[in-house]
């Protein structure tokens, strides 16, 4: 069975860092694309960021220039630097995958606030 495991969240002051992790557990496939979501409370789920297996990556623009999504193909991991961090960027984040068949999963989220 297939599981993403996440870390790397936490409680962080404007203007801080912090770098979330997220492994892909039990598969036999490379996961094709490997990415982020956050959801605030009260609002939809949003797209962070997601990478390929050829580094081709995608930002939200609330984002850019701030965060930083890379990974390791051969350890099936994915992680997601955030510096500049914003009160608005206080959120649940979810990592997510899709297998080379197209298959999507997610992990449990990682709760990241942004506060003084």
């Known amino acids: 069975q297939v599981q993403l495991v996440e870390s790397g969240g936490g409680l962080v002051q404007p203007g801080g860092s912090l770098r979330l992790s997220c492994a892909a557990s039990?598969?036999?496939?490379?996961?094709?694309?490997m990415g982020w979501y956050r959801q605030a409370p009260g609002e939809q789920c949003e797209l962070v960021a997601t990478?390929?297996?050829?580094?081709?990556?995608n930002y939200a623009d609330s984002v850019k220039g701030r965060f930083t999504i890379s990974r390791n193909n051969a350890k099936n991991t994915v992680y997601l630097q955030m510096n500049s961090l914003k009160p608005d960027d206080t959120a649940v984040y979810y990592c997510n995958a899709e297998d080379q068949i197209h298959r999507i999963y997610w992990g449990q989220g990682t709760q990241v606030t942004v506060s003084s």
């Open positions: 039990g598969s036999i496939f490379i996961m094709n694309v």
């Open positions: 990478i390929t297996t050829g580094a081709i990556t």
